[in-house]
Each structure stands twice: as structure tokens, then as C-alpha cells.
């Protein structure tokens, strides 16, 4: 079946600790996001990207990497330089002009 | 810089009724698109309706249908004969129809449902 997927669903980690969050997708779809929700709020935009290679900050990029070396894939680093990664954070694709399927997100908690 | 606001955090109904829900938002673009996305407990963010800003009719399906009042930049969603199943976060959402926006989507804060049997 075609969809995103996000591992792990549950992600804990230290101060000063860099940590990963994958996002995989099988939809050919060219666009990938990353939002992230904190309780009462709506998403907010980390990083997107359009086409591989190429990506682009959000509203809230502080803190968090990305890459996006394969079509299928748009991996998400929260670095030890953002303050509060404590956060439910959602993944996305898109073709152009469509709607964004989301993935089931990984919720971060740090210890 | 466009917005969205939902100004509703909280709504209640009773099932088989029909509620509600305000959206507006701000932008100077005439080409965008607008959406709502329902988040049950599993936290799956769902999509509900479309709107295209070029069509005046209203986008519906099924039980779900939307008023889209684009003068008064207001898109709100209408929920028939609401179901146990209707209860969750639901949230409007902008995207901007300019390939150099990247198709992100901007959202509001989101209203939660709930469903009284």
C-alpha cells in the first residue's frame, strides 16, 4: 500500500542530544514537509522541500537539520541547539497542486 | 504574511445534529487553496474538504460541506447529522496556489469536537 511512514512512533532524548526522525513515503509524491504541534496550537511549518536536493526553511527552523538526498525520503534532525523539542512532530508529501497526506508522526519528549 | 484563525477551541454536539465551525483568514493572493483536516485521538491528521478560491461553489462530501465566503475571507465547516465518530481536533488550513510558496500549508489553531450521544 502506498502511504508515509514515521519512525519511531516514540522518540526520548537527553539534553545536549542530537536525535533523528524519519519519514519515508512511496507515493512518487516530488514535495515533503515537516510541521510540528504543540498542545493548543495549530502545525508549524520546520522544513520543506520541492525536489531532492533542494530544501527550504519553515517558520520555525531554529534548531532542527534536514536533508533530502532521496525522493522518498526527508529525515528530520532535532539538534541539542533547540531549546524545547518536547513536541508531536508530523510529516508530509505532496504532488504539486494536491492536497498533503500526512504521516502518523513520532512524538519527542525529552528527559 | 497570510493567516488563518479559528476562533472556536472548543465545540459540543449532540448526535445526529449539525454544528459549526468558524475559519477565517487573511491573504492579498487570489490564487489559493483552502482545506479542513480532522485529527482523531490516534493523531493521524485526516483531510476532510477542499476548497479551490477559483470555484464560487461550495465544496461537499457527504455529511460535510463547507461555506466559502471569499469577500469575507471566511471558510467555515459544516458537519450533518454528526456521528460519535465526527469527534476530534479539526483544523482550516491555507495553501497559497504560487509554486514558489512550496505548497505549504498554513493552519489554524485548531477546534475541538466533541460528540454527545
Known amino acids: 500500500d502506498g502511504g508515509i511512514t514515521q519512525s519511531p512512533k516514540y522518540l526520548f532524548r537527553k539534553e545536549g542530544q542530537n536525535v533523528t526522525l524519519s519519514c519515508e513515503q512511496n507515493l512518487n509524491h516530488d514535495a515533503m514537509y515537516w510541521y510540528r504541534q504543540d498542545p493548543g496550537q495549530g502545525l508549524r511549518l520546520i522544513y520543506y522541500s520541492q525536489i531532492v536536493n533542494d530544501f527550504q526553511k519553515g517558520d520555525i527552523a531554529e534548531g532542527y537539520s534536514v536533508s533530502r538526498e532521496k525522493k522518498e525520503s526527508f529525515p528530520l534532525t532535532v539538534t541539542s541547539a533547540q531549546k524545547n523539542p518536547t513536541a508531536f512532530y508530523l510529516c508530509?508529501?505532496?504532488?504539486?497542486?494536491?492536497?498533503?497526506?500526512f504521516g502518523p508522526g513520532t512524538r519527542l519528549t525529552v528527559l | 504574511a497570510q493567516t488563518v484563525t479559528q476562533s472556536q477551541p472548543e465545540m459540543s454536539v449532540q448526535e445526529a445534529e449539525t454544528v459549526t465551525l468558524s475559519c477565517t483568514y487573511d491573504t492579498s493572493e487570489s490564487d489559493y487553496y483552502l482545506f479542513w483536516y480532522k485529527q482523531p485521538p490516534s493523531r493521524q491528521m485526516i483531510l476532510v474538504i477542499r476548497?479551490?478560491?477559483?470555484?464560487?461553489q461550495n465544496a461537499t462530501e457527504n455529511r460535510f460541506s463547507v461555506n466559502f465566503q471569499k469577500a469575507a475571507k471566511s471558510f467555515s465547516l459544516k458537519i450533518s447529522d454528526s456521528q460519535l465518530g465526527d469527534a476530534a481536533m479539526y483544523f482550516c488550513a491555507y495553501r497559497s496556489g504560487l509554486y514558489n510558496q512550496g505548497g505549504k500549508l498554513i493552519f489554524g489553531q485548531g477546534t475541538e469536537l466533541s460528540v454527545k450521544p
Open positions: 508530509a508529501s505532496t504532488l504539486p497542486g494536491n492536497e498533503q497526506f
Open positions: 476548497q479551490e478560491a477559483y470555484k464560487q
